[in-house]
């Protein structure tokens, strides 16, 4: 089993930026596509970001040039940094893996990032 725990989630204003962690432990190999995801007041969940464990990033549209993704393999941790935040960017954000060779993925429990003035 892997167990994901996220953390930075918040409250920032319009503008404003934070950086989400997710700190993947159990039993983990390498060969695994990380990522966030997120899901809004009434929306389903859908795609922010993903990187391989080769580091090849995805973004969906709407978060490209304001948002990265990066992740530390030797410490199975990956990392949003998220600027220019705007309040449509309200949700809750999910941590998944995607284990390549189990072909399993995991979820994390969810970190709540609200932008507001």
């Known amino acids: 089993q892997v167990q994901l725990v996220e953390s930075g989630g918040g409250l920032v204003q319009p503008g404003g930026s934070l950086r989400l962690s997710c700190a993947a432990s159990?039993?983990?190999?390498?060969?695994?596509?990380m990522g966030w995801y997120r899901q809004g007041p009434g929306k389903q969940r859908d795609l922010v970001a993903t990187?391989?464990?080769?580091?090849?990033?995805n973004y969906a549209d709407s978060v490209k040039g304001r948002f990265t993704i990066s992740r530390d393999n030797a410490k199975n941790t990956v990392y949003l940094q998220m600027s220019s935040l705007k309040p449509e960017d309200t949700a809750v954000y999910y941590c998944?893996?995607?284990?390549?060779?189990?072909?399993?993925?995991?979820w994390g429990q969810g970190t709540q990032v609200t932008v507001s003035s």
């Open positions: 159990g039993s983990i190999f390498s060969m695994n596509t």
């Open positions: 990187i391989t464990h080769t580091s090849i990033t």
């Open positions: 998944n893996l995607y284990d390549l060779r189990r072909l399993k993925q995991f």
